[in-house]
């Protein structure tokens, strides 16, 4: 594994709020909050995220890949809450303390191969390259331009990534609000599986400028944007 970016093991960046998707509303926690309430609201964020990617999955004809992407977001959603919010009981149930993070200021691209045989490719903008990317409800976006766009070529991972950045991301209004929700920082999910295809989505990048990668994975490639 090659990565040119700061890596940070097991840590994410911290924060006081998460705002939710399709909504004003930021999820605060206070001491006297309760667990289950954390829970309620974790569960909320997910199916608020399973939202954005159900309508593009639609759109490509790929729902089959739907509890594929949910199980990479849960990551996602187990760090941004379990950890930041100091919700231990949250990752541990779902497995996950062993999560991988990078700073990738100026946005880049990740890729790796997860379980079952999945291979995922993260490609993560920075806010002049979303607006530039994503500038309506109606935008198609292809990874490998924008990863192009920043490394003058397509990196040699593998004929997988790059069928998989290949494919056109086409966004809609859920994606272009999820987009702006996340303060206008964008990243496009490119995942395949062997049994249910491939699809590719663009959601907000709520945690910006930190990348998550899921602890099982292995195979991983880095290419931080802000080293071109």
Known sequence: MNSRSDFIKGSVATGASILLLGSRKAINYGKEESYASR???YEELISREMQVIRSQLEMQG????LSVYERIIRVEVTNEMGKMHRIPSVAAQRGIYDDYSYVLQEGG???YNGFGGTTVVDTY?????TQAYVNDINSSIQASDVISDFLGMIP???DAVNFLISLITYSNNLAVQSVNNAGGYGYIMSVSHPLEGAATVLRGWNQYPIAIVPGDANNIHVEDFSNY
């Open 125 to 129: 903008m920075d806010l002049a390259t």
């Open 62 to 65: 790929k729902l089959a890949l």
């Open 39 to 41: 829970i309620e609201d």
């Open 109 to 111: 691209v990740i890729a």
């Open 156 to 158: 040699l991972w593998g």
